[in-house]
């Protein structure tokens, strides 16, 4: 079975553009979660969807925004990028996003702004 | 506000040494801890969730404890190998639905 699936890989922007990074859950997840993580850090929670609705925020600017899709497949949006934007994103899927279930990790995107 | 910190940041053994690695969380109200292994450039692979109502759980040569009341984990790994070298990291479920909050890790690197 596939694992979480992000595209693209890797992602070269400039200050102030718009990027799109994609999410497919492992089949049968319907729980999907985004981190930041800036490099020598922990990842930092951004966003968790469930069934198309967002159940979790991080403490992020409203430049960063998500959404998933009736196939639980999800995209995270973040606008006016900064160089302080530049980090591996990473998407996690689970079942139901409940607490008693592990989550799983896609190998992410790491962006780069110049 | 949850914070948790993991020393030490950086840890060299010979391998067959056994090692622990540890966490440390500062709101003992969670939901779960988890322990994950990052490989350099790559994503996280979950190795063990304790759930807060347990101690412990154990997977092959990895054992990962939870003191909620000191708000520690400790993850054990026995007779450690070379291909056990990455960064380890813990994260901790206090909000609920999985919004957790990740240690920096314990970049771990076993010596032939």
């Known amino acids: 079975d596939a694992g979480v699936t992000q595209s693209p890989t890797h992602l070269i922007k400039t200050r102030g553009q718009h990027v799109t990074l994609r999410c497919s859950p492992i089949?049968?997840?319907?729980?999907v979660s985004w981190y930041q993580q800036v490099l020598g850090q922990g990842p930092q929670f951004i966003f968790q969807?469930?069934?198309?609705?967002?159940?979790g925020r991080g403490n992020f600017p409203d430049r960063f925004s998500a959404r998933q899709f009736p196939n639980y497949s999800s995209e995270l949006n973040v606008n006016a990028l900064l160089l302080g934007d530049s980090a591996l994103y990473l998407c996690?899927?689970?079942?139901?996003?409940?607490?008693?279930?592990?989550?799983?990790f896609g190998d992410g995107t790491r962006l780069s702004i110049l | 506000k949850q914070e948790v910190t993991q020393i030490p940041a950086a840890l060299s053994v010979p391998e067959g040494e056994n090692l622990v690695l540890n966490c440390s969380f500062t709101?003992?109200?969670?939901?779960?801890l988890q322990w994950f292994r990052q490989d350099p450039g790559k994503g996280l692979t979950s190795l063990l969730l304790?759930?807060?109502?347990?101690r412990e759980q154990t997977s092959g040569r990895l054992n990962a404890s939870l003191d909620k009341s000191s708000g520690r984990s400790t993850l054990y790994i026995a007779a450690s190998q070379p291909g056990d070298s990455a960064t380890y990291l813990c994260?901790?479920?206090?909000?609920?639905?999985?919004?957790?909050?990740f240690g920096t890790g314990t970049k771990l690197q076993v010596i032939p």
């Open positions: 304790i759930q807060s109502s347990q």
């Open positions: 969807y469930y069934e198309k609705e967002e159940r």
């Open positions: 089949s049968g997840h319907k729980s």
């Open positions: 994260a901790v479920d206090s909000g609920g639905y999985q919004k957790v909050t």
């Open positions: 709101d003992s109200a969670i939901y779960n």
């Open positions: 996690a899927s689970s079942p139901y996003g409940n607490s008693n279930q592990p989550q799983h």
